[in-house]
Structures are given as structure tokens and as C-alpha cells.
């Protein structure tokens, strides 16, 4: 840091308006939200902090912004997105995705389709950690079914988001679980405790609804037989992360346990797993340039006193614990309406949420929880969100039609307004 970084300046905070011009304005004028990279917008951003930057010669800024990408934290995502990437795309190609569908199709109570395609989206998000490709994976059987039972198609497709943010919240190979324990300083395991206890009650009720709202209905849709062999790297993964084991080891454990299954069922050779391994690490690229480039910007930002100038504001009528924890709920909920991304408004508000936590000695591990609740609350029902569009192209419905039926994204955020209410779970309040 350096002693420039201690005063409170607002103007430090111009590359983070600019970035949401260039961004957020830029996007809804083109008409598209995706119309422009979110990498080009950090670029400008970027350069933009350190012109502006108090840090005196032109090279001192730059080297200044690289002491921020190369933060130990950042550098440690960067390693686990990289496994995290070879992972998912190891299982994906050794066929882990569709023997996991098949799993939980299976047991599906036939009367109870969109309580069980709730369930199933669950299961499989919280295995896979990816929120995109659950949805990817199970929408489009669950529109098959949609048709087979005169459900409505935006519904189904309500159910399989509303599932696959539950997974995106929770899973140890999440994005935003890794960036919302690494910015707080807490263990993936101890996180999950704390959040398990907010979701899953929520999970629960929102399959009691979505019982009402498919009961009636048979089961018309006859899954493939499971390969049970193909599940194990799922499975294993998700074990190994709850027992606590080194996110990075699992990964691993799960890359090595995804290889040798693949060979040995004939799904790809040596060859096609580094095929898979690579193309699933190259895919990681933009991930792992935003969070760099974010790095070095929040950096300058916080070098300049744009952060303190922040948490000043943020704090300054703040009285109590409570008071601290709706703050860093509305300082990720406004980042993530202005990114569309809910790990990269992680990676902008997980440093603020940090030194807000430990001002009023709120328990790391329920800030953690905090954030990356309040990042899936908001992603799962932003209707330009990359979950919603993907949905919605699968489905060829509106995502506006399938808002009305997000429930449980919508009682995920109530119920972490009560629990920052009523201090629950007290066990990991304060510390």
C-alpha cells in the first residue's frame, strides 16, 4: 500500500465508474447486455486507474497495478479456475454430465416432476459447480417434459435455474465459493457450514412449492441406464470438498478420477484428455483476465483511497454487526446489477466486505456466506443474466416469463435478510 493510500478520495473511485459506463451503459444502449467483453471494459478501466493514479512516475503506477494482479490471493483463483476448468471439462467429455442427468432422472417420483427437476438441478449443480452448465445440461430435457405434461415450459425452466443457483452458491468448485472464501480469509468447509444453513431450509420450501405446483402430473420421460462409473468423479469430489481436503487437491482428485474413467470406458484416449484438459483451461481465459485485471484495478482504487472513501460512507451511519452486514449484502447485490456476473462482483466487493467484517468483528465465515448469497440471489433473477439467457434460448421463451417462477433465488434473498435480522445461524455470528 503506501501512505497515499490512507485518506479517503472519492475521486479514486473514477475507474470503477468508468469501467460501469463502459460496461453497464454501453451494453444497455447497444441493446445487448453482452454486446460489449466485460475484458475490454476492465482494459479501459484499468488504464484509466493508473493514469489517474497518485503513485508518481508513469512506471511506478504500472508496477503499482501489478503488485495488485499479482496479489497472492488473485494468483491462488487464477490456480484453482485453472483446475476448476480442466475439471468440468474433463468430466464433461468422459460423459459425467449426462450419467449424472440420468442418476437423478431416475429417481424421480413420477407425480412430482418439477419438485424432482428441482432436485435433480441441485444435485447436479452442486456437483459440477457450475451454475451455466446445469442449466445447459438439464433444460432441455426439462422443455421435453414440459411438452410431454402441459406444464408450462417457463416454469420447468424456472425450476432448473432456480436449482442451479443453489449449487452455484454452495458448491466447493464454485466460482463464486472460491472467490467469496478466498476474499475473506475462511476455509471452503467452515463456509459452507454457515451457508447449508441458510439454503437448505430455503431449498427445502421451494420444493414443497414446486410439489404444489407439479402435483398431478405423470412422469413421461424414460431416462438412459445409468453408468454408474461415470459418476464416482462427482461423487468423489464432492465428498473429498466436505471432508475438508485442499480445494486444489480435490480438483485434482477429481481431474486424475475423470482421465483414468474416461479411458477406461472408451469416452477418449490419452490424447482427447489433454484435448479436454486444455480446452477447459483455455475456456477459464476471460475468468482469469477479468480477475487480474480487477485486481490491479481495485489495487489503485484502494491505493488512492477510493476504498476507504467507500467503507466511510458505507459505515458512517452503521451503529451495530447488523447494521455492517445489510451493507456488504448491498454493496455485492449493486455490484452484481451493474456486472451481470456474479463472480466478477465478487471479486469488487469481496476486498470492501473484508475490511467492513473485520471493523465490526463479523465472523469471516459469515461474510463469506453473506456474499456469496447475496451475489446468487441477484444473478438468478436478473433477467440479463448469463444463467436467465441460456435458459430462456434453450426453452425459446422470454425471460420475463420465467421470472414469475424463480422462487427459490427470491426466498434465498429473503431469508438471508432474516437471518441477517434475527442473527442466524448465532453460532457463527461474531467473532
Known amino acids: 500500500m503506501g501512505e497515499l493510500g490512507r485518506r479517503p478520495n472519492a475521486w479514486a473511485l473514477t475507474p470503477l465508474v468508468v469501467f460501469l459506463l463502459t ?97 435433480a438441478a441441485c444435485f447436479i449443480s452442486i456437483s459440477v459447480g457450475t451454475s451455466v452448465g446445469t442449466i445447459v445440461a438439464l433444460a432441455p430435457v426439462a422443455v421435453g417434459i414440459a411438452d410431454k405434461t402441459g406444464m408450462p415450459d417457463a416454469l420447468m425452466l424456472g425450476v432448473v435455474v432456480s436449482g442451479a443457483m443453489f449449487g452455484d452458491n454452495l458448491s466447493f468448485i464454485s466460482d463464486t465459493t472460491i472467490v467469496a472464501t478466498r476474499t475473506q480469509g475462511c476455509q471452503m468447509s467452515d463456509k459452507f457450514k454457515v451457508n447449508i444453513r441458510i439454503a437448505l431450509p430455503i431449498a427445502i420450501l421451494t420444493g414443497l412449492i414446486y410439489v404444489l405446483v407439479g402435483s398431478g402430473v405423470e412422469n413421461a420421460y424414460a431416462p438412459a441406464p445409468i453408468e454408474w462409473v461415470k459418476v464416482i468423479p462427482y461423487l468423489v469430489v464432492l465428498v473429498t470438498a466436505v471432508c475438508g481436503i485442499n480445494v486444489m487437491l480435490v480438483l485434482f482428485i477429481g481431474i486424475v478420477l475423470s482421465g483414468i474413467v474416461g479411458l477406461w ?57 447488523k447494521g455492517a452486514e445489510m451493507s456488504i449484502a448491498a454493496l455485492v447485490s449493486f455490484a452484481n446489477l451493474c456486472t451481470a456476473n456474479n463472480t466478477i462482483a465478487l471479486i469488487m ?83
Open 23 to 119: 460496461y453497464l451503459v454501453v451494453s444497455i444502449v447497444a441493446g445487448d447486455f453482452y454486446k460489449m467483453p466485460i475484458t475490454v471494459a476492465f482494459v479501459i478501466s484499468s488504464i484509466v486507474a493508473i493514469a489517474i493514479s497518485k503513485g508518481g512516475k508513469l512506471s511506478n503506477r504500472i508496477e503499482q497495478f501489478c503488485r495488485g494482479a499479482a496479489n497472492s490471493n488473485i494468483m491462488l483463483m487464477v490456480l484453482i479456475f485453472i483446475l476448476a476448468g480442466a475439471f468440468a471439462q474433463t468430466a464433461k467429455a468422459m460423459g459425467a454430465v449426462d450419467a449424472t442427468v440420468n442418476l437423478a432422472m431416475s429417481i424421480l417420483p413420477g407425480n412430482l416432476l418439477a419438485a424432482g427437476i428441482f432436485l
Open 349 to 431: 466487493a469481496g476486498p470492501i466486505a473484508k475490511d467492513i467484517a473485520d471493523r465490526f468483528k463479523i465472523d469471516p465465515r459469515r461474510s463469506a456466506s453473506l456474499l456469496d448469497i447475496f451475489s446468487c440471489f441477484v444473478q438468478g433473477i436478473i433477467p440479463y443474466g448469463a444463467q436467465m439467457l441460456m435458459a430462456a434460448g434453450l426453452g425459446h421463451v422470454s425471460p420475463i416469463e420465467i421470472m414469475q417462477y424463480l422462487y427459490y433465488p427470491y426466498l434465498l434473498g429473503a431469508g438471508a435478510l432474516l437471518a441477517i435480522l434475527f442473527n442466524y445461524p448465532r453460532k457463527y455470528t461474531y467473532v
Open 265 to 321: 470406458t472408451g469416452s477418449f484416449d490419452i490424447w482427447g484428455w489433454n484435448a479436454s484438459m486444455g480446452l477447459g483451461i483455455t475456456n477459464m481465459g476471460e475468468l482469469i483476465i477479468v480477475t487480474l485485471l480487477a485486481g490491479g484495478m481495485l489495487e489503485m482504487i484502494r491505493y488512492n483511497g477510493g476504498i476507504d472513501w467507500i467503507i466511510r460512507k458505507l459505515t458512517s451511519r452503521i451503529h451495530s454487526s
